[in-house]
Each structure stands twice: as structure tokens, then as C-alpha cells.
């Protein structure tokens, strides 16, 4: 497992600078400037990945327990919400939002308790019985879909304080404000204490255990926080990105591609959560639309699609073979080659 | 009443289930016990074999050439995993490696298709699948046969680690790579050694289980049902793997059919992760697992 | 972040060579964008549908020169059966000029594009699938289950059983059992099987497969402890093919099993082997390639190298011929609807009148060349399902044959079960609810 210590940077680096530069320009000319395409097809799902892989990365970057079972805390978000708004409609969106967050983290703590005793692969494993159970479960009881015959649930519109958000950009900020407000209180929690505990946890259990960190609080609530993360993940992803949702949406493909997020973006790094997702939501729209320009009239859709389904993996590959820190590494790489004074957080 | 031979009827045809996850499982279990690595492409192997075998016959190869030119390439395709993403990850994290056969398995599943279309084929190796009975007791022909085969398997193989020079240096490899690689074993020999053997295993279970679904993509799906098996038995134990594909096939058909109605039934699918999970509690690294502990 | 930065911009590159690539409609085409599926699990459906789609447009367009003179043209999105994809691949091709139809098969990603496709004012075909009771025209005006919607389909099946048994008054007493797949499209009969063992006075048991169906030992020995006259098989992908197979293994005969309509096509059955022969399932279009309209498919397009079936020996096929059909409804509509606006590219909004007045009756179908391979449809503004008959085919170890007459679902009693849960959507949604089929269609 590499290192990557988030080092207390000073608040006015270059990469800072970048940072702030990069939410202005996501609020200030992107939703002006970008087509309902990029904002509806491209950037909202990618919003709402990286806020799951955040979340994930807290649990397995930072915290060092590894989940197959994200898509199940999307669900339970998705689900989540789409009942209290349903049944408290005197709850706020932003409430529902919040509280659908919590329900998934009172869920991950229960998936999370066998991580006192089992490690590794047979922790990730077991994590599995999460995604089964809880897609079993949406389908099961109708309850949860509002006896929906068909299981399916139909986002609300987002509306906050009265003000609707239904254009593509608007729904594209107010997944923006949400993923930057949580991301930045992530940060902060990763710079504090707790955070500190999950790094040590991560790198040494017994030592960690030794030096008095509280296994038991510190393991629950890595999966308390990572499973709010995704929760609310999900609400974008149901809410703001598809608006219709069912249970099977969220199989282990979508586990495995949060996983993907963090293992290709960087482990330990909420940048590298958002570089990774922009990776695993662009990449291959962009593939796709490249081969079909290049090769669509020698190739059927079929043949092309295959063929990138092999130069997906086989750059996956490529990628954990030359660089497994991950695209971040790449990243900071680059940056310290322009600002060499700096050590980037 | 308690109908006592309905009882035997699933106990008996989950037990003959659970032989057919044990067959995936083993696949996993030789991979991670040489090199740590839990092979996600494991269920892509296993499309891939039974694919390429079912389009040879169809295009009038012969069964015997069918099947050794599919040994073959799934030979080829042992050691060029091993080479090309397996070496080069050496001393990676278990996690990297596992998402590292993950996306061999986005390669294996787009060729397989790009090379033989994503056409359903159905599998038939001579086996007919009419039940006889056993003192009023239902039992298949063909899960009887796919257990022999699985049988004859494990033995092969426990006469190989126990007799041969490659099987023992699988097994010193197994125990301490270290202490192999000072007494002179090369270990990317030996990695694709094993990768081979998988190789043959997702044949062998590509075929069986291709007879029982039809030769398609969902074929890939059937490692979700040799994961628990693996949690169950341990990552690192071939008898483990026997065992608890044993024990998942009889609980699960036994829990849909005695515990499932009055959850409104379809809890196949997680009952399984459930029973190894309650076992994991209280043994961390399943039946037959090694106490030694992977940090992952 | 300029690696992202870059990223879009490379994108923009990308997007724009493509849009010039196909941004060449002029004012005398139709365009039909096509969410394929042609990897993945169920690419073997999306191959065969979309083949069959594709040819027939290809047929007018080389036979008659497109429809009175308006060229069809149609741009492929994969979407792997993955709603995301769908979603996508929609939002791409929305742009497009002069879009006739969006025809996903794909529930999921249908029900993600009827807000999206309404707003748009752009018709939605979900041919033998869908929501059901988008059959309501008044509260969905764009969204059409052409020939035949879940609740349909289960009626057709009971009434078959009950012609097979000599009368729906020989229902009494019977045992079915419904083995459904573990998801919302497999459950969404349950009620409705419910109400017509009420109805018939025969008995229903209901039984889960978890997806993807793949292990059947237990339902199967359920079933052959329940001992039923007949089991209706409402499976999907691979759980066809295994459900055969375990039948056999518990000793059910295969000629008591009747599959649904998502459990009828040769790739349910030829992966099961010996176990499918005499399997028997419900379908909209007969199969096989005796079919006029299929003969001028195979000289015309094939004949011209034009075909999009790789294997021609799938032409015919349940899927192919389901495509075809889908190509005649969807060519049909459009020529309705220049029949009342003119020959010339029409607005989505005005291909919705057209799919609006789809009447084709025996006649008509005939004289498309597809006597036998389909029966009728009749599309009214407030019936968008069209009243499409069934038909029973018998899988014989190679082929399907057809063993029964075009059979009528018994609309009139579910049509107010589909009323009541189209009010409670328009509700909730705030739809207003048409009252005639004239007005111009508002939100």
C-alpha cells in the first residue's frame, strides 16, 4: 500500500490557486458555456461518481478496508430519499438529502461490522453480501419503489427553498455545490484526528491499536462516512443525473467501476478521486465517438464496441502496470516538473 | 408432516450444485495460493474456453480436436497473462492485482465475442440430462457426471502437488515465496505453471457449466457463485473449495426452499454470503483457510 | 485541472467530427436514432431486433426510394442494455433533425426517457414491452406499447391455456405456477395473474428466480412438488434456457411449459438443447422467412450486400422478425402522419399523430406483405397498445411453428386496472389528462 500522508499544505499554494481556479470556472463559464449534452450526458454523472468515489476512497484509500458493495449505498441513497421525500413532503430536498445520506451510513455500519474481524479479500468479499442483499431487497418489497409495478421510482424535481432546478445546468450546479460543500468538509475530516486514525489503522493495525486508537469507533466510522459519501451519491446519480431509477442500476459493475475510480485515479487522494472519474466517464464516450468517426463505416457498432471493451482493459492494465499510485501520481508528477519549489498536498 | 424425501431431493440436488461452484472456485483458489492474487478473469476464462470450443465443433472440427486445440490456446493464454499483466505487476498490492484481472477481463470477454460473436450456443457433450430415480428420490444423470469429473479433478490434482517436481514447487511457492525463490525455484515458471493449470480448470469448467446454460455471456457470471464458496473455505485451500461448495450449494437450495417463503422467496443470491459471513465471524479466514493474514 | 480540461477539449475535437460526419439531413429525411445493443449479455436480442429494424428501413429506402420520397435515415448508440448508456446515447442524438421515433428495447431505459422524450415532444415506441400503463394515451401522449403490453400478454397466455383445455369454464380447478424473474419486469404480472385466478377459479402459485437464473434446482423441485398443469415461464436471458433444462432434470414435460414474450426467441431455446423440444411460447409476430416482406428483404437488401445481419441464417428469427415489424409500425406511422402534414420531414409531434391513427387492419397488413407474420394493430389517441393479437409457438428441436390462432387478450377488463394506475401517475406528476384526441397535446 503506498503512502500518500495528506501533509499539511499551505493554504496558498499553486495547487490551492488551481483548485479555486477549476470551481470557478465549474461555476462560472461551464454552465453558460457547456451544451445540454456535455452538462445532462457528461458532467452530472461524473459529479455524482466522484463524489462516490470520495466516499470509497475514505473507506479504502485512507482507511485501508476494501468494498465491492458501493453500488448498494448508492441504491440505499437513491431509495432513501426517494421515500422521505415521499412520505415527509414537509421535509426540504436538502434535508431528505442529508437524511438519506444518514440512512446509508446507519446501513454501512452494519455491513461494516465484520470488518473488526476479517481482512482483506474476505472482507471485500464478504462486502458483496451488501450489494446482493440490498438489491434483493428494493426488488423484493415493493414498499420501497411506492408499489410501483414495474419497481421503478421517479425523481421529484430538485427544488430548493421553492426555486426549481430543472435545466441541465441547473441540475449540473446544484450537483456541483453539493460535491464541492462535501468534498471540502471530507478534507477537513481527513486533516483531523479522525483522519489521522484511519491513516494509522490503514498502515498498521496492531500499532495503531498500540498507540491507542479505538479500532472499533475509527474501522465504523471510515464506513459511516465513505457510505454518506455514496449515499449521496446516489441521490445525484437518481435525482439529477438519470431521474428515473431501478434497483438493477446499481449491480457490481457499478462497485467495480467506483473501484476503478480510485485504484486509476490514486488511492489515499480526493483529487485522484476526480481525475479517476473523469478517466472512467469520458474515456470511453470519447472512444466510442472517436472510433465510430474513424472506423464506423468499415466496422458495425458491434465490432467497434468490442474492440473498446479490449482497449478498456487493456489500458486498465497498462495504466496499474506503469503508474499503480494511480493518475494522480502522474499528475503531481507533472505539477512539481512546472512548480518544482512546491510539494503538492 | 415433514416430507423427509422432498428434504433429501434438495439436499442431494444442492450438494450436486454445490460440485459445479466448487469446479469455479478451484480455479481461484490454485491462483491465489501461488501468487496472491484473488483472478476475476477467472469467469471471463471460462466463457472464453467454452466459447471457443462450442465454435470449432460448429464449424465441423471435430470433438477430441476441438477440445485439444482449445487446451491449447487456453495454454497460450495462461502464460501470456502471467507475462504480460502478471510479471509486470509483481509486488503490486492485492488490490492492484485484482483490479489488474479485472480489466484482463474486459480484454478476454471482448475477444472472445469480437472472435466468435455474441451468438447463444447450445453445449451438448454426450451427456443426457434425464433423472433417474433412487428409492423415490430424484438425482441427475448429468450433475452426477459433472461431479466425477469435478471429483477426478481435485484428485488428479492431489496426486500432482504430492509427486511431481512442479507440483511441489507450486506448494513451496504457496508456502513461502521467499524461502522458494533462495532455494532456486523461479517463480515466473512456476506463475505459469499455475496460470496454465487455471487454464485447463475454466475449460473443464466451461464445459460443464456451458452444457448446463448454453455457451453465452452470462457464462461469466457463475464466479459470483464460487465467491462465497471461496469466503466459506478459505481462499487458499483446495479441499476448502470442495467443502464449501458443497456446503453453499445445500444451503442455499435449502434456505430458498425452507427459509425463502416467508421472505417471498429469491434469496439464493445473498443466502450464501450470509451463511459465510455468520462462519467468518467466527473463523476469520474461513473452513480450511491459513491463519496468515493478507493486508490488503 | 488541465488534464481534465484537456480531456473536454480533445472531446469537443471528437463531438464535432462526428456531428460534421452526420449533421447532412436535408428537409427530406427522417431520422431514426437507434440505442443498439450489440455487446454485452443480451446482445443476441439487440443484433436480432435492431438487424431486423435496420433492414426494413433499408428495404423502403431501395425499394421505394424512402417513404413518399422522404429518405430514412437512422445513427447506432451502444448502449449495452445499460440505462446510463441509453440516457447518453439519448442525449446525443436528441439534436439530431427531424427524429421520427426513439425504439430502445430496453424498459429501463424507456422509463428513463419518458420524462426527457415528453418534454421534447418526441414519440417513444416500446414494442411488446414497457410500462403498462403508458397504454393510456391520455396521460402518456408520446409513449407507445405497440401490439402488446405486460397485462396483455398475461390474459393472452391464460386464455390460451384455457382454449387448450377446451374453455375458459375448464380453468376451474387447474394449478399454474408463474416462474418469474427476480426483478421489477419479471414481477410486475403478479397481481395480475392474482386476479385472473379469481376470475377463472384456478389456482396460482407464484415462483422467484433470483437473477440472473442461472442455478433453478430449487424452484424446479418446488414446482415439481406442487404438481401444476401448466407453468408460464416469464424469464429473461439465460434463466430461459436453464429453467428448459432443469424442467427436464425434475421430469416436467416441456410441452406444459409456456413462455412469455421476453422467453421466445431461439436463443432461449437452442442453449437448453433436447430439453426445449415441444416448448411452447406466446409471441405478436410468427417467425420464419416465408413471409412476403421477409422474401423482399432477402432479395432487395441482402441481395444488394445490405443487409446488418452478419448470419443470414437469422433472418426469420423470432428477434429479426420483431425488428421488421417494429420497421413496418414505426414506416407506417410516418406515412400516416405525411398523409395529414405533407411529404416532407415531419416534427416529432407530428409522428405522434401519426402512431395516433395506426390503424392497420388484416387488409392493410396484407398488403405490406405481411400476412401471417403479423395480425393487426389499431392505435387510437387514448388506446396506445393497439389491440395487438398473440399467437402460441411450438419449438420442434430446430424451428418454431406456429400451433395456434391469433388469440385477443381480454383488453376491456384491464383497462381499468391500466386507468388506475395511469390517474395515480398523472397525479403525481401533474398531468392533465386528455380529453380528446384533437386537442393539441400540452404538459
Request: no cysteine.
Amino acid at each position: 500500500m503506498p503512502v500518500l500522508t495528506p501533509a499539511k499544505s499551505s493554504w496558498f499554494s499553486g495547487e490551492t490557486l488551481w483548485i479555486v481556479l477549476v470551481i470557478v470556472a465549474a461555476y462560472g463559464i461551464v454552465p453558460l458555456a457547456g451544451s445540454d449534452y456535455l452538462l445532462d450526458a457528461v458532467l452530472t454523472p461524473f459529479l455524482a461518481l466522484s463524489l462516490a468515489a470520495v466516499g470509497l476512497n475514505v473507506l479504502t484509500g485512507y482507511a485501508g478496508q476494501v468494498s465491492l458493495g458501493s453500488a448498494a449505498f448508492l441504491a440505499v441513497g437513491a431509495y432513501a430519499a426517494y421515500n422521505l421525500h415521499l412520505r415527509v413532503p414537509a421535509l426540504p430536498l436538502l434535508i431528505d438529502l442529508v437524511l438519506a445520506g444518514g440512512v446509508a451510513a446507519a446501513i454501512g455500519i452494519v455491513f461494516g461490522l465484520p470488518s473488526l474481524r476479517l481482512r482483506g479479500f474476505y472482507l471485500a468479499v464478504s462486502t458483496l453480501a451488501a450489494q446482493f442483499f440490498v438489491q434483493w431487497a428494493l426488488t423484493k418489497f415493493s414498499w420501497f419503489s411506492n408499489d410501483n409495478p414495474s419497481g421503478v421510482i421517479d425523481a421529484p424535481v430538485l427544488s430548493i427553498a421553492g426555486s426549481a432546478f430543472t435545466s441541465a445546468a441547473e441540475r449540473y450546479v446544484f450537483s456541483l455545490t453539493i460535491v464541492v460543500v462535501l468534498t471540502l468538509l471530507t478534507l477537513r475530516l481527513l486533516r483531523s484526528q479522525s483522519g489521522r486514525n484511519f491513516i494509522a489503522v490503514r498502515d498498521h493495525e496492531i500499532a495503531a491499536k498500540v498507540i491507542g486508537v479505538p479500532l472499533l469507533r475509527t474501522k465504523l466510522l471510515a464506513f459511516a462516512i465513505s457510505s454518506f459519501l455514496i449515499g449521496v451519491a446516489g441521490v445525484l446519480w437518481a435525482f439529477a443525473y438519470l431521474r428515473t431509477v431501478e434497483p438493477a442500476g446499481f449491480n457490481l459493475d457499478r462497485s467495480f467501476q467506483i473501484l476503478f475510480i480510485i485504484i486509476i485515479g490514486g488511492l489515499a487522494s480526493l483529487r485522484g478521486s476526480f481525475i479517476g472519474a473523469a478517466f472512467i466517464v469520458v474515456f470511453p464516450l470519447l472512444l466510442s465517438r472517436v472510433g465510430a468517426a474513424l472506423l464506423g463505416s468499415v466496422f458495425d457498432s458491434g465490432v467497434l464496441e468490442m474492440s473498446q471493451r479490449i482497449v478498456i482493459g487493456a489500458l486498465i492494465i497498462v495504466f496499474l502496470i506503469a503508474e499503480p499510485r494511480g493518475l494522480i501520481a502522474l499528475w503531481d508528477r507533472a505539477f512539481a516538473a512546472v512548480r518544482p519549489a512546491k510539494r503538492p498536498a | 408432516m415433514f416430507d423427509y424425501q422432498f428434504f433429501l431431493e434438495v439436499l442431494i440436488g444442492g450438494l450436486l450444485s454445490g460440485v459445479m461452484y466448487s469446479l469455479v472456485a478451484i480455479g481461484f483458489v490454485l491462483i491465489y495460493k501461488t501468487s496472491g492474487v484473488l483472478n476475476f478473469a477467472q469467469g471471463a476464462m471460462l466463457l472464453f474456453a467454452a466459447l471457443t470450443f462450442v465454435s470449432l465443433v460448429e464449424r465441423g472440427a471435430p470433438f477430441v480436436a476441438a477440445l485439444a486445440a482449445t487446451l491449447v490456446i487456453m495454454i497460450a493464454l495462461g502464460i501470456a497473462t502471467e507475462r504480460l499483466v502478471l510479471r509486470p505487476l509483481v509486488n503490486q498490492p492485492p488490490i492492484t492485482l485484482f483490479m489488474a484481472t479485472l480489466g484482463l477481463s474486459y480484454v478476454i470477454e471482448g475477444a472472445a465475442q469480437l472472435l466468435w460473436g455474441t451468438q447463444v450456443h447450445g453445449l451438448d457433450i454426450g451427456i443426457s440430462d434425464t433423472p433417474f430415480e433412487a428409492s423415490g428420490v430424484l438425482i441427475s444423470r448429468f450433475d452426477l457426471f459433472a461431479a466425477a469429473v469435478a471429483g477426478s479433478l481435485v484428485a488428479l490434482f492431489a496426486l500432482f502437488f504430492r509427486y511431481t517436481r512442479t507440483g511441489l514447487s507450486f506448494r513451496a511457492v504457496a508456502d513461502d515465496q521467499f524461502a522458494a525463490l533462495a532455494v532456486g525455484l523461479r517463480l515466473p515458471r512456476v506463475w505459469a505453471a499455475v496460470w496454465t493449470v487455471a487454464g485447463i480448470v475454466a475449460l473443464v469448467g466451461g464445459l460443464l457449466w456451458g452444457a448446463r446454460l448454453g455457451v453465452q455471456f452470462s457464462l461469466s457470471l457463475v464466479v459470483l457463485k464460487a465467491l462465497p464458496v471461496l469466503v466459506l473455505g478459505g481462499f487458499d485451500s483446495i479441499t476448502g473449495a470442495i467443502i464449501g461448495g458443497l456446503l453453499v450449494g445445500a444451503i442455499e437450495k435449502l434456505a430458498e426452499v425452507y427459509v425463502g417463503p416467508s421472505f417471498g422467496g429469491g434469496i439464493e443470491a445473498w443466502a450464501a454470503y450470509v451463511a459465510a459471513l455468520a462462519l467468518l465471524l467466527i473463523r476469520p479466514s474461513g473452513l480450511f483457510g491459513q491463519k496468515l493474514v493478507e493486508r490488503v | 485541472m488541465n488534464m481534465m480540461r484537456r480531456l473536454k477539449v480533445t472531446m469537443a475535437a471528437a463531438l464535432a467530427v462526428g456531428l460534421a460526419n452526420t449533421f447532412t439531413a436535408h428537409a427530406d429525411e427522417q431520422f431514426f436514432p437507434l440505442q443498439s445493443y450489440r455487446v454485452g449479455p443480451y446482445a443476441a436480442g439487440g443484433t436480432g431486433f435492431f438487424g431486423g429494424f435496420i433492414d426494413y428501413l433499408n428495404l423502403i429506402n431501395i425499394r421505394d426510394g424512402g417513404v413518399n420520397g422522404v429518405k430514412l435515415t437512422w445513427d447506432e448508440g451502444e448502449t449495452q442494455y445499460e440505462v446510463e448508456r441509453g440516457v447518453e446515447v439519448y442525449e446525443r442524438l436528441k439534436s439530431r433533425p427531424g427524429i421520427a421515433a426513439w425504439n430502445p428495447l430496453s424498459v429501463g431505459i424507456a422509463y428513463a426517457m419518458i420524462d426527457r422524450i415528453t418534454k421534447d415532444k418526441v414519440p417513444l415506441i416500446t414494442i411488446n414491452h414497457g410500462r403498462t400503463d403508458s397504454t393510456d394515451g391520455r396521460v402518456f401522449p408520446y409513449v407507445f406499447p405497440l401490439l402488446l403490453n405486460p397485462y396483455s400478454e398475461t390474459s393472452g397466455i391464460v386464455n390460451y391455456i384455457a382454449s387448450k383445455e377446451g374453455g375458459a369454464d375448464k380453468l376451474k380447478g387447474k394449478k399454474i405456477v408463474v416462474l418469474y424473474h427476480g426483478s421489477p419486469y419479471g414481477k410486475e404480472t403478479i397481481p395480475i395473474y392474482k386476479r385472473l385466478a379469481d376470475k377463472y377459479g384456478f389456482e396460482v402459485e407464484q415462483i422467484e428466480v433470483p437473477h440472473p437464473g442461472n442455478e433453478q434446482q430449487s424452484q424446479w423441485l418446488s414446482i415439481r412438488r406442487a404438481k401444476p398443469d401448466y407453468v408460464v415461464l416469464r424469464g429473461w436471458g439465460v434463466m430461459n434456457p436453464v429453467a428448459l433444462k432443469t424442467a427436464q432434470k425434475v421430469g416436467f414435460p416441456a410441452d406444459h411449459i409456456i413462455g412469455n414474450v421476453w422467453s421466445n426467441s431461439e436463443e432461449d431455446v437452442i442453449p437448453a438443447g433436447d430439453a426445449a423440444k415441444g416448448y411452447i411460447a406466446i409471441t405478436t409476430q410468427a417467425s420464419g422467412a416465408d413471409y412476403s416482406v421477409l422474401q423482399e428483404v432477402i432479395k432487395t437488401v441482402y441481395g444488394a450486400n445490405k443487409g446488418n445481419l452478419d448470419d443470414k441464417k437469422r433472418i426469420g428469427s423470432v428477434y429479426h422478425n420483431l425488428g421488421i415489424v417494429n420497421g413496418i409500425l414505426n414506416v407506417e406511422a410516418v406515412r400516416i402522419a405525411q398523409a395529414k402534414f405533407g411529404k416532407r420531414t415531419l416534427t416529432g409531434d407530428e409522428v405522434r399523430w401519426g402512431f395516433e391513427h395506426l390503424q392497420l387492419d388484416p387488409a392493410r397488413v396484407e398488403a405490406l406483405g405481411a400476412k401471417g407474420l403479423f395480425h393487426s394493430i389499431n392505435v387510437t389517441w387514448d388506446n396506445h397498445e393497439g389491440d395487438g393479437r398473440v399467437t402460441f409457438q411450438q419449438w420442434d428441436g430446430s424451428k418454431w411453428k406456429v400451433v395456434s390462432d391469433w388469440i385477443a387478450p381480454d383488453w376491456a377488463s384491464l383497462r381499468p386496472i391500466i386507468e388506475k394506475s395511469s390517474a395515480a401517475y398523472a397525479k403525481e406528476h401533474n398531468i392533465k389528462i386528455r380529453t380528446s384526441g384533437d386537442e393539441p397535446v400540452s404538459q
